[in-house]
C-alpha cells in the first residue's frame, strides 16, 4: 500500500497565493503519475493537474497559468503552487498517484485525505 499526506491547506485572501505538498510512504512501490483534484462543497471532484513521469503536465483551463505542479522524485514528493488565488478555487484539495506496488505486480491509484483550501474576496 502506499500513503499519501497533503499539507500546505489554509486560508487566504483573493490574490493571494499557497503552496500545497503531497508526500507518498509506503513499501516496495514505484509512483507513476502524480496529481492533484479537487472538490467544492455541492460539485463533483475535478482534475486541477497531473505530472507524469515524462511527458507533459496537464493543467485544467481554470487553473491554466496560475497553478504550477512539480514534483522531488527523491522525496516522492508533489507540489502544487497556486497563485492568483480566487474565491472560486475554494475547495478540499486532494493529492493522488498512480503506483506500481511489487506484491501486487500491479498499478493501483491512491489518494490523499485532502486538504482544505479558502479563498476569500
Known amino acids: 500500500q502506499v500513503q499519501l499526506v497533503e499539507s500546505g491547506g489554509g486560508s487566504v485572501q483573493a490574490g493571494g497565493s499557497l503552496r500545497l505538498s503531497c508526500a507518498a510512504s509506503?513499501?516496495?512501490?514505484?509512483?507513476?503519475?502524480m496529481g492533484w483534484y479537487r472538490q467544492a462543497p455541492g460539485k463533483q471532484r475535478e482534475l486541477v493537474g497531473n505530472m507524469p513521469n515524462v511527458g507533459s503536465t496537464e493543467y485544467a483551463d481554470s487553473v491554466k497559468g496560475r497553478f504550477t505542479i512539480s514534483r522531488d522524485n527523491a522525496k516522492n514528493t508533489v507540489y502544487l503552487q497556486m497563485n492568483s488565488l480566487k474565491p472560486e478555487d475554494t475547495a478540499v484539495y486532494y493529492c493522488n498517484a498512480d503506483a506500481f506496488t511489487i506484491p501486487s505486480f500491479k498499478t493501483t491509484t491512491f489518494w490523499g485525505q485532502g486538504t482544505q483550501v479558502t479563498v476569500s474576496s
Open positions: 509506503g513499501r516496495a512501490f514505484r509512483l507513476n503519475t
